[in-house]
Each structure stands twice: as structure tokens, then as C-alpha cells.
């Protein structure tokens, strides 16, 4: 059974840094992309970073470009959501999620596997 655990959620001033991470369980990690969503309320779900499966590619909504970083860890099976100069705007539940592929691509086009989510809540 797949599990995807997200963790390190909470609330932060406008500003202020935040580190999420998504334990992954159950799937071949090493060989699936990973990518982080996040849905406000009352909004669709978004795409916000996507990370390879080796690494070494990366795909990031424009909007947190240069404030967030996705990096992986095949070793421990988990990926992580560096969030720093947040913003009110980044208020959202985050969503980790995994697709197994035979590709190296920062994003694919479906995430099977998803977590449970984490709540970021950035106050103004």
C-alpha cells in the first residue's frame, strides 16, 4: 500500500521561512517524480514544484520561484518543500504527490499516489 506522509505544515508570519517534507511508502521512490500541490479554499487544486526522479530535473510555478526549493532524498525516500519569504497568498493546504515513470522529467502530466496534505497558514 502506497503512503505518502506530508509533515512540517503550520503557521508562519508574512515573511517567514517554513520546511515541508512527504515520506513516501510503498512505491518504487527512486524511480517515481514527486511533485508538491497546494489548494486554498474555495480554489482548484495547483501544481506548485515538481522534482525528478533522479534529481536532476525541476519544474516551479512562477509565482514561488526563487522563494521555494523542492530536493529529494532517495536514500530516506522523501522530498522536501524548502518555503522561505512567504507570503499570505501561499496560505493553502500542500499536497505531496508521486507518479512512477521511466522518465527523468521535473512534471509529469498525473500524479497517481497523493498525500493527505499539510495546512500552511501565513499571517499578514
Known amino acids: 500500500q502506497v503512503q505518502l506522509v506530508e509533515s512540517g505544515g503550520g503557521l508562519v508570519q508574512t515573511g517567514g521561512s517554513l520546511r515541508l517534507s512527504c515520506a513516501a511508502s510503498?512505491?518504487?521512490?527512486?524511480?517515481?517524480?514527486m511533485a508538491w500541490f497546494r489548494q486554498a479554499p474555495g480554489k482548484q487544486r495547483d501544481f506548485v514544484v515538481g522534482?525528478?526522479?533522479?534529481?536532476?530535473?525541476?519544474s516551479y510555478r512562477d509565482s514561488v520561484k526563487d522563494r521555494f526549493t523542492i530536493s529529494r532524498d532517495n536514500a530516506k525516500n522523501t522530498v522536501y518543500l524548502q518555503m522561505s519569504s512567504l507570503e499570505p497568498e501561499d496560505t493553502a493546504v500542500y499536497y505531496c504527490?508521486?507518479?512512477?515513470?521511466?522518465?527523468?522529467?521535473?512534471?509529469?502530466?498525473?500524479?497517481?499516489?497523493w498525500g493527505q496534505g499539510t495546512q500552511v497558514t501565513v499571517s499578514s
Open positions: 504527490a508521486a507518479e512512477p515513470t521511466p522518465w527523468d522529467t521535473g512534471r509529469e502530466k498525473k500524479y497517481t499516489y
Open positions: 510503498g512505491l518504487p521512490f527512486s524511480v517515481s517524480a
Open positions: 522534482i525528478s526522479r533522479g534529481g536532476s530535473s525541476t
